[in-house]
């Protein structure tokens, strides 16, 4: 199985700070991929760059053998690279269904309505609502409709930056499920950006953990969750001891 997406020694900066500091990983075909990092540690910095919103200064993005870094975020999401930001950056004063097909802006064929019916099926909630306007929708029922919007792009490869952010469990949970679904049934790579460590660890196949700017760890979501300090750090465990420590206590686990 060959990897989709690769990234090698990507360093991006904001202005004068590097964000991301000479990262690498792979994203195989077919997989949903974890990137897993406290705020602020360049996981959002990481989608920007492969979707063409941030240029790294250094470093490949190759998707599908081409190199892609640099280009405009309107050429790589016709590339097949749905980019669901954190914030779930809908058009609120558009219904559910507008938004819907304002996802399909680049497509030229006849299979739009039924991709819109598609998106109804794994979303129930929002075709009960395809009339409302986005802003009215809850914060899950926005999110929904986000990764139902990037779904009309048909793509290859999907981007979700934060999907469980602001949600109750349950839904965290409901999200969780239908990124599997998507990922098996619509044949969707993903690679999932995420502070919710066991949504990310409990949905992904292989993870990547970051801590500012840099991969400090990587396996397969499985060993991750079972890594101590993982479960120290960000599935709550233990208690931290030291006030405000960010820092991983533990460097047994690391590879």
Not at 45 to 61: C, F, N, R, W, Y
Not at 180 to 193: A, H, I, S
């Amino acid at each position: 199985m060959g990897h989709l997406l690769e990234i090698r020694n990507i360093e991006t900066y904001y202005g004068p700070v590097m964000a991301i500091r000479g990262v690498s990983m792979d994203v195989p075909e077919g997989q949903i991929v974890s990137l897993l990092g406290a705020n602020g540690a360049g996981k959002t910095t990481v989608l920007k760059t492969i979707s063409g919103a941030m240029d790294p200064q250094k470093g490949t993005v190759t998707y599908a053998g081409d190199e892609i870094q640099s280009r405009d975020p309107d050429w790589v999401a016709r590339q097949g690279i749905a980019h669901v930001p954190e914030g779930r950056e809908v058009f609120p004063f558009l219904n559910v269904d507008e938004n819907l097909r304002m996802g399909a802006f680049s497509r030229r064929d006849g299979e739009i309505a039924a991709d819109v019916e598609m998106v109804y099926a794994y979303f129930p909630v929002l075709k009960d609502l395809h009339k409302s306007q986005a802003v009215n929708l809850s914060g899950g029922q926005q999110q929904m409709l986000a990764i139902g919007r990037a779904l009309m792009l048909r793509p290859k490869l999907m981007l979700l930056d934060e999907p469980s952010l602001g949600l109750s469990p349950r839904l965290v949970h409901e999200i969780g499920e239908i990124i599997q679904r998507l990922n098996k049934e619509q044949g969707v790579t993903m690679l999932l950006v995420e502070q919710n460590a066991k949504m990310a660890l409990d949905v992904g196949d292989y993870g990547y953990v970051m801590e500012v700017g840099r991969i400090v760890m990587e396996d397969t979501c499985e060993r991750l969750s079972e890594a101590t300090d993982i479960q120290e750090f960000y599935l709550g465990m233990k208690d931290e001891g030291v006030r405000g420590r960010r820092r991983w206590k533990q460097r047994k686990t690391w590879r």
